[in-house]
């Protein structure tokens, strides 16, 4: 079992920047990848990051590429999400979660732990 938690949401101006947190408990954090995904009002949950077991990999949704970074401190058993350059349109609750194995996934029922979400509000 992972337990996942996340912080670090709020609300921002748009332009601004925001720093996500998700920190797991329960299996070893090393061994497994982990992802970011959101979920604005009325839309589908969609993929938004994902990074692997040691951090050596990441990928991006292309609605993020060159203002969001993923990274990893296996030390912390935590996950980031630095979102910089935000739009009105990253407005959504945003969900860390994990799969089971080590490398990146980023279809939603390819993760089998999910944290409970964070809100990230853009305003203009």
């Known amino acids: 079992q992972v337990q996942l938690v996340e912080s670090g949401g709020g609300l921002v101006q748009a332009g601004g920047s925001l720093r996500l947190s998700c920190t797991a408990s329960?299996?070893?954090?090393?061994?497994?990848?982990m992802g970011w995904f959101r979920q604005a009002p009325g839309k589908e949950r969609e993929f938004v990051a994902a990074?692997?077991?040691?951090?050596?990999?990441?990928y991006y949704a292309d609605f993020v590429k060159g203002r969001f970074t993923i990274s990893r401190d296996n030390a912390k058993n935590t996950v980031y999400l630095q979102m910089n350059s935000l739009k009105l349109e990253d407005t959504a609750v945003y969900y860390c979660?994990?799969?089971?194995?080590?490398?990146?996934?980023?279809?939603?029922?390819?993760?089998?732990?999910w944290g409970q979400g964070t809100q990230v509000t853009v305003s203009s």
């Open positions: 329960g299996r070893t954090f090393s061994s497994y990848a």
């Open positions: 979660a994990a799969p089971l194995g080590p490398l990146l996934v980023t279809l939603i029922h390819e993760y089998d732990y």
């Open positions: 990074i692997n077991y040691n951090g050596g990999s990441t």
